[in-house]
T-cell receptor, first 113, second 114 residues
Framework: SAVISQKPSRDICQRGTSLTIQCQVD?????MFWYRQQPGQSLTLIAT?????????ESGFVIDKFPISRPNLTFSTLTVSNMSPEDSSIYLC??????????FGSGTRLTVV | SQKIEQNSEALNIQEGKTATLTCNYT??????LQWYRQDPGRGPVFLLL?????KEKRKERLKVTFDTTLKQSLFHITASQPADSATYLC?????????????FGSGTRLQVQP
C-alpha cells in the first residue's frame, strides 16, 4: 500500500493567517482526499483532489477557504486560509483505489489562537 | 439523508474477552464497508474491507460481518488485549455515485482492561 508523508505534523497559528499542509505519496495516484477531524469527532471529507482539474469540494467547504493544489500524481497541498479558532482541527490526506483499504497521512494538528 | 452510526461511543471490556462493535447505516447502497483503527494523534489505519456480496471476513483475531438487509456490520476482536485499545471507525463508499471518498461513522472508543 502507498506511504504518505504529511507535514507539518502540528502548528500553532495566529488568527487571520494561512497554513499550507503538504502530502507526498510514494506512488502515483489519481485521487487524493482531504479530511478534517475536529476535536472528539470523526473524519469529515473536505474535498477530492484530481491531478489536472479543479478539486471537488463537499457541502460546507469552499475553495476560497480551503484552496487545494495538485500539481502532479504524487503531491497535493491544502491551505487553510484566514484562520479562526474554529479551524482548529486535525487535517488528514488520504489515498485509495476504492475496493482496497485507504491510506492516511499522519495528520496535521492545527491550533489557531 | 445518509447516515452511518456506531452505536457505542465507548466500550470497556476485560482482557481476553471478545469485543463487538456495531455499525449501522441508512440511505446507502454500499459496495463495501471498511473498518479502521485510530490511535490518539494518528491517522486511521485500515483493518478490513468486506464487500456487499460477502457475509463475513476474518483476519487473525478480527472478524467482520456485513448484513445488507439489516444495513449493519459487526466488528469483533477475539481474545482482546490492552494493545487493542483504540478508536475503531467504520466507513462506507457508496456504489454507483462515482465517489471514491469514504464517509466515516463517529467511532467507538475501545478500552481493554488488563
Amino acid at each position: 500500500s502507498a506511504v504518505i508523508s504529511q507535514k507539518p505534523s502540528r502548528d500553532i497559528c495566529q488568527r487571520g493567517t494561512s497554513l499550507t499542509i503538504q502530502c507526498q505519496v510514494d506512488s502515483q495516484v489519481t485521487m487524493m482526499f482531504w479530511y478534517r477531524q475536529q476535536p472528539g469527532q470523526s473524519l469529515t471529507l473536505i474535498a477530492t483532489a484530481n491531478q489536472g482539474s479543479e478539486a471537488t469540494y463537499e457541502s460546507g467547504f469552499v475553495i476560497d477557504k480551503f484552496p487545494i493544489s495538485r500539481p502532479n500524481l504524487t503531491f497535493s497541498t491544502l491551505t487553510v486560509s484566514n484562520m479562526s479558532p474554529e479551524d482548529s482541527s486535525i487535517y488528514l490526506c488520504s489515498v485509495g483505489t476504492g475496493n482496497h483499504g485507504y491510506t492516511f497521512g499522519s495528520g496535521t494538528r492545527l491550533t489557531v489562537v | 439523508s445518509q447516515k452511518i452510526e456506531q452505536n457505542s461511543e465507548a466500550l470497556n471490556i476485560q482482557e481476553g474477552k471478545t469485543a463487538t462493535l456495531t455499525c449501522n447505516y441508512t440511505n446507502y447502497s454500499p459496495a463495501y464497508l471498511q473498518w479502521y483503527r485510530q490511535d490518539p494523534g494518528r491517522g486511521p489505519v485500515f483493518l478490513l474491507l468486506i464487500r456487499e456480496n460477502e457475509k463475513e471476513k476474518r483476519k487473525e483475531r478480527l472478524k467482520v460481518t456485513f448484513d445488507t438487509t439489516l444495513k449493519q456490520s459487526l466488528f469483533h476482536i477475539t481474545a482482546s488485549q490492552p494493545a487493542d485499545s483504540a478508536t475503531y471507525l467504520c466507513a462506507l463508499a457508496a456504489m454507483g455515485t462515482g465517489r471514491r471518498a469514504l464517509t466515516f461513522g463517529s467511532g467507538t472508543r475501545l478500552q481493554v482492561q488488563p
